[in-house]
């Protein structure tokens, strides 16, 4: 774990900050002293688990405190909840009931805190970086989580093109390259050209729904079913003890094979997994990653042999087994230099000063590409309806404003139906609803036309304007609201919501962290090691209460480290 210099120089102007809020972990970064700096949380480390628990005492804790909650407490924390943005979903933890944005917004929440903290002035902005391949609606949910937490987004950008400006920053000498991002929960492909100081995305492609976790989740059935157990015949609590220990076997398998041992159910069990069955598990996510990276190169019109050089971000890609794949489809091995978990934080900092014209970094010029094709449902002729017609394809260059001309179907029509769809396929059935809308029509007995024109800014929001030829009238549409969307009664419900809570206070958390691992290393140990850990979550409760500042926190940073010796 990489810890940031705890000295900082005073900020004059507002500070230039950059949050990676990922699945699994999110980190905020400065620019400072003409370069980006990672920013430490209350515990010391850079990266703050997405993970949000309620207290018994029903204050919120994020962080590692939560994490480790996540196995004792399972019916009161949530984890990857940005795989779920953008979506009708409930957490329910203990008393409370939250959506995704407000649970990011309990994590954006925390880093504003540590940032605070750190630079000892009031943070009120920030560039935020979200998966390329993240929808219209997705990014809305993400600026409201962070209007939900006081921060207003400077710009949202796209996590590879964000890692793509921390690399060109640091080397200054790829020409093409592809961005390979696996996360927690996300995948994106980028493809872009150096010619400093132009950085030009060309194309970028992806899944939003594969990452780390999926490669964890296939672990975790295999496993249950060789056992004969299903997911729900197991209790919470042994469920997440089980996936706890699953998560730790995918990091420590590496290229070789390995014996889970686990008693989580009160019964001693083994599980041997070799390469040949891992890769038999993961073959059809490993399949899954093909697709998107033979997208990004046809539309950026480029063969494999013609890529200067691979870059890998995101977790997911320490797997051998990925790293494997990528070298197998390039035909080279991929460049890993930098911090696959940091990059993407230090790279939204760098584009927070390249907004901001710092001296430093003013020369950048990035542009980037939208990852999808927006368009509307028409009809072709008289007998087919539900047809997708593009106005912005795919991999264009933002921001951009594209126009197209449609018609009225009938002379007596009242009312156009505008209907906004994202996708690749020729039937809007097939595709994702963005938004819709009526216009009524001014009759003047004939057929109308009309032009409807799309504009999507850099940040990935999409403005319609439908222009009426025959009459002139016009009609101005921001798509803020889709059909799953926020209205503002359920905006202000998520702001009070939010208000009432009580958040752990900060100072308290690198106690209330060690309780939190403590009790977790004690259900997940047995026997003479459960012993030991119960002896010290006495000894540290019993320091606790003698209130002796300096012997609590040398008794922490000791009780941290031995349970770090035993991987707990
Ligand atoms: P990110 O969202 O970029 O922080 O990626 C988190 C994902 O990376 C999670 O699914 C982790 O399980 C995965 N990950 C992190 N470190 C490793 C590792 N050493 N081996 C395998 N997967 C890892």
Not at 222 to 247: F, G, K, M, V
Not at 500 to 524: C, F, G, S, V, Y
Not at 546 to 558: D, N, P
Request: proline share 5%; aromatic share 6%.
């Amino acid at each position: 774990m990489q810890d940031a210099s705890s000295s900082p120089t005073p900020v004059e102007s507002a500070p230039l900050l950059g949050i990676d809020l990922g699945t699994t972990n999110s980190l905020i970064a400065v620019w400072q002293d003409g370069k980006a700096q990672l920013i430490a949380n209350a515990v010391g480390e850079v990266l703050t688990p997405s993970v949000v628990s309620v207290d018994e005492d029903g204050s919120i804790l994020v962080g590692s405190a939560a994490r480790a909650r996540l196995t004792t407490h399972p019916h009161r924390t949530a984890a990857a909840f940005k795989r779920f943005m953008g979506s009708d979903k409930r957490f329910e933890l203990g008393e409370h009931r939250f959506t995704p944005e407000e649970l990011s917004a309990l994590v954006l929440g925390s880093l504003k805190q540590d940032a605070e903290a750190y630079l000892g002035c009031p943070v009120s902005e920030a560039v935020i970086s979200v998966p390329a391949y993240f929808s219209d609606e997705q990014r809305k949910r993400t600026v409201f989580a962070a209007e939900l937490a006081g921060l207003k987004v400077q710009r949202l950008i796209n996590e590879p093109t964000a890692a793509a400006m921390a690399y060109g920053l640091h080397e200054q000498k790829f020409e093409r390259t592809l961005v390979f991002d696996l996360g927690g929960g996300t995948f994106d492909v980028t493809v872009l050209e150096y010619a400093l100081p132009l950085i030009e995305v060309h194309a970028s492609t992806g899944d939003n729904y594969l990452g780390g976790e999926d490669f964890t989740d296939a672990l975790l059935k295999a496993c249950l079913s060789d056992w004969q157990l299903t997911l729900e015949s197991l209790e919470p609590q042994a469920l997440a003890s089980l996936h706890d220990a699953i998560e730790q076997l995918k990091r420590d398998i590496g290229e070789g094979s390995l014996t889970l041992t686990w008693n989580g159910d009160g019964q001693a069990r083994e599980w041997l997994l070799d390469q040949a069955r891992l890769q038999s598990i993961w073959a059809p996510l490993l399949a899954r990653v093909r697709t998107p990276i033979e997208q990004a190169l046809r539309d950026a019109r480029l063969s494999p042999r013609e890529l200067d050089s691979l870059v890998l971000v995101g977790g997911a890609t320490r797997m051998p087994q990925i790293q494997q794949l990528v070298a197998k489809l390039f035909g080279r091995l991929p460049y890993r230099h930098l911090d696959p978990d940091t990059i993407v934080a230090l790279g939204a900092a760098s584009q927070a000063a390249c907004k901001a014209r710092d001296a430093a970094i003013d020369e950048l010029i990035l542009t980037d590409v939208c990852p999808y094709t927006l368009g509307v449902a028409s009809s072709r002729g008289e007998e087919v309806s539900g047809a997708f017609t593009p106005i912005i394809e795919r991999n264009t260059v933002i921001p951009t404003s594209r126009v197209q001309r449609f018609y009225s179907t009938h002379p007596e029509q009242k009312v156009v139906r505008i209907a906004v769809y994202q996708g690749e396929r020729p039937w809007v059935r097939d595709n994702i609803l963005v938004d819709s809308f009526e216009i009524p029509l001014q009759p003047t007995g004939q057929v109308q036309s009309l032009d409807v024109r799309f504009s999507y800014d850099i940040n990935g929001l999409l403005e319609v304007d439908v222009t009426f030829l025959e009459t002139g009238h016009k009609h101005s549409h921001s798509i803020d609201r889709s059909p799953t969307g926020l209205d503002s009664e359920a905006r202000q419900a998520s702001h009070e919501r939010l208000a009432r809570l009580k958040i752990h206070p900060r100072d308290a958390l690198p106690n209330r962290t060690l309780l939190a691992r403590l009790e977790r290393a004690w259900m997940q140990s047995l026997g003479d090691e459960r012993d030991l850990i119960g002896s010290w979550l006495d000894a540290f409760n019993a320091v606790l209460a003698g209130q002796q500042a300096a012997e609590i926190s040398r008794q922490r940073l000791q009780l941290s480290q031995a349970l770090d010796e035993l991987r707990y």
